[in-house]
């Protein structure tokens, strides 16, 4: 049984205006329009350019973008930089998985099977084996192996919603569906999705993201907050934000255990502290800003604002 625990602290929250951190924004060519955001240990930052069909590999120190075209039709959703050093992508106008060889800049697509076609892929992960997984959005998750290139799919419990995914230190992979209003651990094995319910109906869980503890941290499209679950007692504990009641989008935690979401309300970047229970309110320069995801790493927050053709970065 799934007990729901509210925390009380959260529902007096006040946001600080003043961070203690520098937040540096970044202008792409106009239509870039970065979906999702992957930093690579390298310095560099790779982007799904949805709208103009490519990979794309920001530089900082030079501001210069390197477009890679994936192909006919292309429209990548998610990237992350795997454990090869490659960028991966769910490439959603082609229906595949797709790898761009970082040195090289060569593509390879792992296409989905024909069973499985206009899965709306979404995002993906590696799990602690060198096995990436997946998510579509029209009711699919599944896995490719980089190595024989065998690509599995599966039926997603519930039907259309997978969307965020994630690994805990343990190895478990989850994901979060936002249509089907609820989160699903999947077993290695089988690719078998067991549902776990929200804390209450409507929430509307978009992304999820375990923390180093292997404590899973869920945004809520539909309520707002964020929502933190912990497999061992079956508990969730809900944050609302400070001021939105709707559009928390993205969630990512870093490496000192810092949860950051992006609050669409209030065209904000939000970092909460598990410790004190505290926002920090990190707000855009520009109006809809539109962060999707975010990503980072040491000291570094990133996100694409995919309504001003902008990464931005805060670092801390």
Do not use: C
């Not at 520098?22 to 999702?36: I, K, N, R, S, V």
């Not at 309520?223 to 993205?250: C, E, F, H, L, N």
């Amino acid at each position: 049984m799934v007990r729901t625990l509210v925390a009380a602290a959260a529902l007096a929250l006040a946001a600080s205006m003043a961070p203690a951190a520098e937040m540096t924004f970044y202008q792409l060519p106009a239509g870039a329009t970065p979906h999702d955001v992957a930093p690579a240990p390298d310095g560099t930052v790779w982007i799904s350019g949805q709208g103009g069909g490519f990979a794309g590999r920001f530089n900082p120190k030079t501001g210069n973008l390197e477009k890679i075209a994936l192909g006919p039709g292309a429209a990548p959703h998610g990237v992350i930089v795997g454990p090869d050093g490659n960028a991966w992508l769910t490439e959603g106008g082609q229906n595949a998985i797709a790898r761009v060889d970082a040195k090289t800049k060569a593509v390879t697509l792992f296409p989905l099977p024909k069973d499985f076609a206009r899965a709306n892929l979404n995002t993906l992960v590696f799990d602690k084996r060198g096995i990436v997984w997946y998510t579509g959005q029209n009711g699919v998750h599944g896995r490719v192996d980089p190595t024989t290139g065998k690509v599995d799919a599966w039926a997603s419990p519930k039907g259309r919603g997978p969307y965020g995914i994630t690994v805990t230190p343990a190895g478990d992979i989850w994901y979060a569906s936002l249509a089907g209003d609820h989160i699903a651990r999947v077993d290695l094995a089988t690719g078998e999705a067991t549902v776990v319910e929200p804390p209450r109906k409507g929430v509307g869980p978009r992304r999820i993201w375990s923390d180093s503890k292997g404590l899973l941290w869920v945004s809520f499209w539909n309520s707002g907050g964020v929502g933190r679950y912990d497999p061992a007692t079956k508990i969730w504990t809900v944050y609302p934000m400070p001021q939105s009641k709707s559009g928390t989008y993205s969630v990512y935690v870093d490496d000192k255990d810092h949860v950051w979401a992006t609050d669409w309300g209030a065209n904000a970047i939000q970092r909460f502290d598990p410790k004190t229970e505290r926002y920090t309110t990190f707000p855009s320069d520009k109006r809809n800003a539109s962060v999707r995801q975010m990503l980072g790493r040491p000291g570094e927050a990133w996100g694409g604002e995919s309504g001003t053709d902008r990464l931005v970065v805060i670092r801390d």
